[in-house]
């Protein structure tokens, strides 16, 4: 039972990549998300953040205006919509869900960003 990311690879800077975080054996639609990110040699940090129920949302001042959290409790699935990419955003992102009860991780998915 974990969320499964998908859409990483390898982008140019300023390109776009849309990530795709789907949720299996819980609830989806009763848990928080969050996306995470770890570069190379470095600490695991926040990306954005967003409630139960779509309505609140919440970026890292790194990511804001060119990131965008989203989610479709219908089809368990979250996405991470990246644009205006640069090489500093190079990293592995993971999907977190969470509720009052229960936490789960991804696995991550990798996200190049280079000329």
């Known amino acids: 039972v974990r969320p499964v990311e998908s859409g990483g690879g390898l982008v140019q800077p300023g390109g776009s990549l849309r990530l795709s975080c789907i949720a299996s054996?819980?609830?989806?639609?009763?848990?928080?998300l969050r996306w995470y990110r770890q570069g190379p040699g470095k600490e695991r940090e926040l990306v954005a953040g967003i409630g139960s129920a779509g309505g609140v949302r919440s970026y890292a001042d790194s990511t804001k205006g060119r990131f965008t959290i989203s989610r479709d409790n219908a089809k368990n699935t979250a996405y991470l919509q990246m644009n205006s990419l640069k090489p500093e955003d190079t990293a592995v992102y993971y999907c977190?869900?969470?509720?009052?009860?229960?936490?789960?991780w991804g696995q991550g998915t990798q996200v190049t960003v280079s000329s």
């Open positions: 977190y869900a969470r509720n009052y009860a229960n936490e789960y």
């Open positions: 054996g819980f609830t989806f639609s009763s848990y928080a």
